[in-house]
């Protein structure tokens, strides 16, 4: 039973630097939480505070009943998966695995109980009398992976654990990581500075930047309902398209725009936008959320195709309206499109974002 | 890559040329170094009236040889060296293997102290130190006797290697130790238990360098020791006296002390080889 507790944690480099900044953050028992931003944003100085390998310039952090501000890091009963594997490169994998549990004095007979469980669950077998240097990159995460099952901690903390491996392999490990999670459930904190990690692997994902916290919610939250601009950026690939429009009504409608685009807006998104009239806002439309075709009546707008990118399942466009550039995402893969073409795309209704210009914070009630 | 395969080494020129060149270069630069051996060699084998032509006598002989080996003051002079390198070894690296790593694992005013000393004392040339030294020495006592020796030696040992050794740390990826820390370990465990295993072959290389630091010395043997403590590069050097110059006594010592050298080079090689590429 561990959950964590972080409340008010900072973390100062001196005078100048300031890299965590406030953050607050409740991770319950058993929860996968994935920690993503921009790189310098906090998020792996963050996982380091908890893992008790940087110090903290103020705040608590609890891990279940205990706070573990001046613990060391080998009596916080956690585990850790670093980027570059970091394993004892002098000790073959048995031992590597072994070395914790040595540590805590566990019998012979114990220790090769668990790693044989470990070395189970994850393949490891053949690679026990190895030494980490005639691993591959992917091996050796895996074992790193058991070297924290073995110990069989109260909280997992990872540090970009997938970052060095190529993308199929980043793929298999992913969902590796999802299994192990499944069959071993355990309070786990993952950084990424991937968002599609953070997505597929987090139940909550925790999204930083300068060292705060944007936003902390389901991936179905932060995507639905980023709670600014910022968000709204970061998670989704291909990113969020923005562009700056202009709020008008003519009688009883709304509309929003912008050099070349006219789109109108209609129910909620009408009634929060009321404030903003003859002002300008800033329109954030997701590329999986616009297609080719006319659409909804006055959901729709030319574009001149500059990009065609043939993905196989599908077709990404980089277009240009007016002054701004627009992607969309989800063309079919059939259609016969070429660079230069002019075509019509229409915005799913409901899906359009608006964020105040000055706030970043989103408009739509 | 071999220099000889690639497009840019005098590429005007057919490759079998380009061998032979390079060959041939390869050659000279061994020759350069190892004529003087060579010549050392020959002139300890040779007899005392034949050291001016050593080029031309044919006649040889281990005289030379048997006469130093039964001298007591080189034999102990070997000994003496031996043993004041290998001290001098083991202290340094006790020293230099922390200090190298507080170097290049921490950032504190502590660190940056020790770096800036070393810095300083690094830049001061090697020979005005002695003289200090000298009266050092005198006045504690420590006049020639191996801790008189040892000390200095120890001292300039941290100064030059703990650089190198920071270098090899700088290149072993920290978050071992940090793994480590979690899986139980103090963060002195870490280090002794996970960096310094992992530094092993740069510390052989370290402590190859070392030996052959102190066994090859000679500005410290000859200020800091008299007739107690003689050094084998001293000794060496005493053959020059009012009476003339042994050529061939100092050669044969030469010859020997060259031999332990050699021996710790050539089994030591793999290590520096490996130890300075990490």
Known sequence: MAAISLSKLNKHYGSLFHAVKDVDLEISDKEFVALVGPSGCGKSTTLRMIAGLEDISSGDIRIGNRVVNDLPPRDRDIAMVFQNYALYQHMSVYDNLAFGLRNKKTSEAEIKAAIDRAANMLGLHELLARKPKQLSGGQQQRVALGRCIVRNPEVFLFDEPLSNLDAKLRAQMRIEIKRLHAAIPTTSVFVTHDQVEAMTLGDRVVIMRDGRVQQVGTPLQVYGKPANKFVAGFIGA????????????????????????????????????????????????????????????????????????????EILLETRVGSHGITVARVPAETVIARGDQVRVSAQPGRLHFFDPETELPITG | MPIVSRPDFLPGLPKWSRKTLFALALFGICFAFAFPVLWLILTSLRPESGVY??????????????????????????????????????????????????????????????????????????????????????SWGLYDTYTGLLLPHV???????????????????????????????????????????????????????????????????????????????????????????????????????????FLVALFGQKYVIRGLRI
């Open chain 2, 155 to 261: 001292a300039v040992h941290i100064c030059f290697f703990s650089w190198l050794m920071k270098g090899f740390f700088d290149g072993i990826d920290p978050s071992m130790e940090y793994a480590a820390m979690i899986d139980g370990c103090t963060r002195w465990g870490a280090f002794i238990r996970v960096a310094i295993p992992s530094a092993l072959p740069a510390i052989s290389a370290l402590a190859v360098l070392c030996w052959l630091f102190t066994w090859n010395e000679f500005l410290f043997a000859l200020i800091l020791t008299g007739n107690r403590v003689p050094m084998i590069t001293v000794v060496m050097a005493q053959f020059v006296t009012e009476m003339g110059l042994r050529w061939n006594l100092m050669a044969a010592t030469a010859v020997m002390a060259l031999v332990p050298a």
């Open chain 2, 53 to 138: 032509y050593v080029h031309r006598g044919t006649e040889f002989t281990l005289a030379s040889f048997a006469e130093v080996l039964t001298d007591d003051r080189i034999v102990s002079a070997f000994l003496n060296s031996a043993l004041i390198s290998t001290l001098a070894t083991i202290f340094s690296l006790l020293v230099t293997v922390s200090s190298g790593y507080m170097l290049s694992r921490f950032t504190g005013p502590a660190s940056r102290i020790w770096f800036g000393t070393i810095y300083v004392f690094r830049c001061i040339p090697y020979i005005s130190w002695v003289l200090p030294l000298y009266f050092v020495t005198q």
């Open chain 1, 238 to 313: 291909p990113a969020m398209n923005f562009v700056s429009v202009t709020v008008r009504s003519d009688g009883g409608a709304t509309t929003v725009e912008a050099d070349g685009l006219k789109l109108a807006v209609g129910g909620a998104d009408a009634r929060a936008l009321a404030a903003y009239h003859d002002k300008p806002v800033i329109m954030g439309a997701r590329p999986e959320h616009l297609a080719l075709g006319e659409g909804a009546p006055g959901a729709s707008f030319d574009a001149h195709v500059e990009v065609v990118e043939q993905l196989g399942s």
